[in-house]
């Protein structure tokens, strides 16, 4: 009986501490918000690109650079297709294809984003509205093979619509988006990471123009999407 008084008593005398004790626990919601008030802290910034496109076996690999300036100027000079160009300036999107000598000139609607929304302001504001988001596993965050500690959340779109039905995005403990993933409604698999990321970047606007050469054929809205 003793034995049992004597527990009960040093049960009593942890619960004070235990009730005090501070628990916190990430939820998805926390690692977003993190996300969303990290890419608000910055004017602009720079990173380089890979981005891995498959479908129906076909393979394709494209690279290159990409600057963004708040609240949504885009520049995306290609590696590879080298000379390739897109460029943004929130209300038209122009595409440069070297090999075609074709301007693709696009009038952009409110909630149209592209594969480099993500690691843009406006366009994480547009991604976490249109989407439904969670953990993409148990663990989170987890060590990837590169040693690193990442989140990883699984984004599924709210109503059925074309670009990415489904994504996934990896960011790490700065709270930057450093790869993505996403399946298109057409089947397509994208891929995409970034490395070099500066956010100490402020862009003067100007080189957010597309300077058309003389002689290339100008597509007004060819309705371009992530297909």
Aim: aromatic share 12%.
């Amino acid at each position: 009986m003793n034995t049992k008084k004597n527990i009960f008593m040093f049960l009593l005398l942890l619960l004070p501490a235990f009730l005090s004790a501070k628990f916190t626990f990430t939820t998805v919601s926390d690692v977003v918000d993190e996300v969303k008030k990290k890419y608000a802290s910055f004017e602009g910034m720079s990173a380089d690109f890979v981005i891995e496109s498959e479908k129906g076996g076909k393979k394709t690999v494209r690279s290159g650079t990409i600057k963004t300036k708040f609240p949504n100027y885009l520049l995306v000079d290609f590696f590879s297709p080298a000379g390739q160009k897109l460029v943004s300036d929130g209300r038209v999107m122009w595409l440069y294809i070297p090999s075609l000598n074709v301007v693709a000139e696009q009038d952009l609607k409110d909630d149209e984003s592209g594969i480099f929304s993500s690691n843009s302001r406006t366009g994480l504001q547009r991604l976490f509205k249109k989407y439904h988001y969670k953990f993409a596993q148990k663990e989170q965050p987890f060590t990837d093979k590169d040693g690193k500690k990442y989140y990883l959340i699984h984004l599924q779109q709210k109503e059925s619509r074309s670009g990415f039905k489904t994504m996934n995005i990896w960011i790490d403990e700065n709270y930057l988006i450093i790869r993505a993933e996403g399946v298109t409604s057409a089947g397509k698999t994208v891929k995409i990471r970034f490395s070099k990321i500066d956010t100490a970047k402020d862009f003067p606007k100007g080189i957010f123009k597309m300077d058309k050469p003389a002689n290339a054929r100008v597509i007004k809205n060819p309705m371009l999407s992530e297909e």
